[in-house]
């Protein structure tokens, strides 16, 4: 046994340049390689989010400037709508006003000629009682000078 104790520590005295040389190799890869390499992972995954991130700031400054384009276009088709409406009133009222003028020229127009045939009434009664004296007595004339020559 004491052989083999022996025989143990040999292998243990000749395994310590190894194991130094593990822990070594340990240390050195860890700063030499994994945290260069920590460092540019943590770097692109920064990179990648602060696109990410960016990309959803863009994506909220599209939606506000949308929403804000739609608000600007309903406003603009609710004053054309307002104008429009304006013009229409506007147009309805020259409408009407016309309407009540010529309704006033033609009704000007009829008492003008209610008064003409009114007076062309009289004139024709005046003529006619004129007349009628005359025919009357041509009648009159004509029977007494028949009855007469005869």
């Known amino acids: 046994m004491e052989a083999t104790l022996h025989a143990l520590s040999g292998i243990l005295l000749r ?23 920590d460092k540019v992972l943590k770097a692109r995954y920064e990179a990648t989010e602060g696109a990410r991130q960016r990309a959803a700031e863009s994506l909220d400054k599209a ?25 229409h009133r506007q147009m309805h009222e020259e409408q009407a006003t016309q309407v009540r003028a010529a309704r006033e020229q033609a009704e000007a127009a009829i008492r003008d000629a ?27 004339d004509t029977i007494l000078n028949r009855g007469v020559a005869a």
């Open 114 to 140: 209610k008064a003409q045939i009114t007076a062309e009434i009289e004139q024709a009664k005046k003529d006619l009682a004129a007349d009628s004296d005359t025919l009357a007595n041509q009648i009159a």
């Open 63 to 87: 939606a506000a400037k949308t929403a804000e384009y739609e608000a600007a276009l309903r406003a603009a088709r609710t004053e054309v709508y307002q104008s429009q409406e304006q013009l």
């Open 15 to 37: 395994a310590i340049p190894t194991f130094l040389l593990v822990i070594f190799l340990h240390f050195y890869l860890k700063y030499m390689f994994f945290k260069p390499l």
